[in-house]
């Protein structure tokens, strides 16, 4: 049997309770947690790098930092200004220079990067959770 087209018509314009809806978009409180755990592995980078650990260096960078990516672009999304995905921008510009650092080898610029990269993601967070 067909569904009666009006009775389609009203159950899909009809107005949903946000209480109703199982998922209700990330949690800030999740989000501003995972940004802090992946933030407090940035210096870890500096000691690494000091101890010429390349391979741990770039397993943080793909590891526990991106996932950090990802969480910022969900934040910026829902922060929903330029300002906010400007910031998440030099976040990831900085860790990628962390990356091309690692790759040849270069304590000094991986650390500067790496300190840099901490000072913008604090940015970051005061932007997006303002």
Same mark, same amino acid.
């Not at 940004?35 to 000091?50: C, D, K, S, V, Y």
């Not at 900085?94 to 840099?116: H, Q």
């Given at each position: 049997?067909? @569904?009666?087209?009006?009775?389609?018509?009203?159950?899909?314009?009809?107005? &949903?309770? @946000?209480?109703? /809806?199982?998922? !209700?978009?990330?949690?800030?409180?999740?989000? /501003?947690? !995972?940004?802090?755990?992946?933030? +407090?592995? /940035?210096?870890?980078?500096?000691? /690494? =790098?000091?101890?010429?650990?390349?391979?741990?260096?770039?397993?943080?960078?793909?590891?526990?930092?991106? &996932?950090?990516?990802?969480?910022? +672009?969900? *934040?910026?999304?829902?922060?929903? &200004?330029?300002?906010?995905?400007?910031?998440?921008? *030099?976040?990831?510009?900085?860790?990628?220079?962390?990356?091309?650092?690692?790759?040849?080898?270069?304590?000094?610029?991986?650390?500067?990067?790496?300190? #840099?990269?901490? #000072?913008?993601?604090? #940015?970051?967070? &005061?932007? =997006?959770?303002?």
């Amino acid at each position: 049997v067909m @569904p009666n087209y009006i009775e389609y018509l009203i159950e899909k314009n009809a107005k &949903t309770d @946000p209480a109703d /809806l199982l998922y !209700r978009g990330p949690d800030p409180e999740t989000q /501003l947690r !995972r940004i802090g755990e992946a933030g +407090n592995r /940035l210096p870890e980078i500096a000691q /690494l =790098a000091e101890e010429k650990k390349w391979s741990q260096v770039q397993g943080i960078i793909t590891g526990p930092l991106g &996932t950090l990516l990802q969480t910022m +672009n969900n *934040v910026a999304s829902i922060a929903g &200004t330029k300002e906010a995905k400007d910031a998440a921008k *030099v976040v990831k510009a900085d860790l990628l220079e962390i990356g091309v650092a690692a790759g040849r080898k270069e304590s000094a610029s991986c650390i500067k990067s790496a300190e #840099k990269a901490s #000072k913008d993601l604090e #940015k970051f967070v &005061t932007i =997006a959770f303002k």
